[in-house]
């Protein structure tokens, strides 16, 4: 049988998941919004497909499985807009589909655990953005749809060395606020175990297994480094982009035990002291 994956939105994610499955004999589709991306993409093995173009998208109609990552915008999911009766029509031949969602779904919980039954009552518009495009993913018939609710990524190219490098990481300290994170290859193996283990309708939570406080990430990337620890700034007077202060307005430690129990992933990177040594020995290399 063709394993055939198209990925819509192939970010940094996807092509994470792309690394394990082309060795697999995968076809992989991966679009991008620009034609300037495309030779990078192809160099990896996907075949590049421009989307949003003119009607549907180049080798969705040959898909066997489908992963979605592309945000939402204020009129909701983008791929669905565009394409939602393709995909509808597509969908009872799907073996498997995957939307990357987000924690930010469920809010802010004062530190508390929370875990895949929690209520959705996101703190941000960004999360209820993603509440709505879960719920319209959902609503496709015969859809096998599994939502994979990401934390804090991070991995190659997406750590917190070069700003410590640079002297201008801060450790910024919001008394009680925890995060929880994930390693960029873990999403892979988490994604690559429910392909092989389909449950539609199944709902995951992909972080590692230990909240931390921020300030901490970047005292122990600084201490990996030999280098100083960076300045300490209080929360209400940093300065920071709308962006990076929403990520504030949420605190919660995120339970990833479905992913152990119901697919038998063993995490890479368990917690971030193991994921930055690893960052740290590959930029070595």
Not at 209 to 218: E, K, T, Y
Request: net charge negative; aromatic share 8%; proline share 9%.
């Amino acid at each position: 049988m063709d394993k055939i994956l198209f990925s819509f939105g192939h970010g940094y994610s996807s092509q994470a998941l792309a690394r394990l499955l082309i060795p697999q004999g995968w076809t992989i589709y991966g679009t991008t919004r620009h034609p300037e991306k495309a030779q990078a993409i192809r160099a990896t093995g996907v075949i590049p497909v421009l989307f949003p173009g003119d009607g549907p998208p180049e080798g969705l109609d040959r898909a066997t499985h489908l992963l979605t990552s592309a945000a939402p915008s204020e009129a909701g999911d983008p791929v669905l807009a565009a394409l939602g009766p393709e995909i509808a029509a597509l969908a009872p031949r799907l073996a498997w589909a995957g939307y990357l969602s987000t924690t930010g779904v469920y809010g802010h919980h004062g530190g508390d655990w929370v875990d895949e039954s929690a209520p959705l009552d996101p703190a941000t518009r960004r999360g209820q953005l993603r509440v709505l495009a879960e719920a319209q993913w959902q609503a496709i018939p015969g859809l096998p749809l599994h939502i994979f609710r990401l934390a804090g990524i991070y991995g190659p190219g997406r750590g917190p060395f070069a700003k410590v490098k640079a002297g201008t990481a801060r450790r910024i300290v919001k008394p009680g606020q925890v995060f929880s994170r994930t390693h960029v290859e873990d999403i892979a193996q988490v994604l690559a175990a429910s392909i092989a283990r389909p449950n539609p309708g199944a709902v995951y939570n992909v972080c590692d297994d230990d909240p931390a406080a921020p300030q901490d990430v970047i005292a122990y990337a600084a201490e990996l480094l030999g280098l100083p620890l960076p300045p300490e700034v209080p929360y209400e007077s940093a300065e920071m982009t709308p962006m990076a202060r929403s990520f504030y307005a949420e605190s919660k430690r995120v339970r990833n035990t479905r992913i152990k129990e119901e697919l038998g992933v063993k995490l890479l990177y368990p917690d971030y002291r193991t994921g930055l040594q690893a960052l740290l020995h590959a930029e070595e290399d």
